[in-house]
């Protein structure tokens, strides 16, 4: 029996440091999504909706928001502020 506890002791570690890696990678998603869009509105107000780079951050954003949306589907994030459907 000592065997089977050790193993959901490993299980449990394991568990918490996917969900630390899933936090962290939440946390990285939301910052480039809020950087990347600083970025876009800079390049925006130089006229700049054409370049290359302009073209990557929207690129980068479609990924970032279907991740977004995928973690919601799933329970994984709170609703924005105003949106839990409270009235």
């Not at 969900?19 to 990285?28: G, Q």
Request: glycine content about 8%; proline content about 2%; charged content about 30%.
């Amino acid at each position: 029996m000592g065997s089977n506890t050790r193993a959901g002791a490993d299980t449990g570690a394991a568990d918490r440091a996917r969900l630390r890696a899933f936090e962290a990678m939440r946390r990285d998603v939301l910052a480039r999504t809020a950087s990347e869009k600083e970025a876009m509105d800079a390049l925006r107000t130089q006229g700049r909706e054409k370049s290359a780079t302009f073209r990557q951050y929207m690129a980068n954003r479609l990924v970032y928001q279907r991740i977004l949306a995928l973690y919601e589907e799933h329970g994984l994030l709170e609703p924005p502020a105003g949106e839990d459907g409270d009235a």
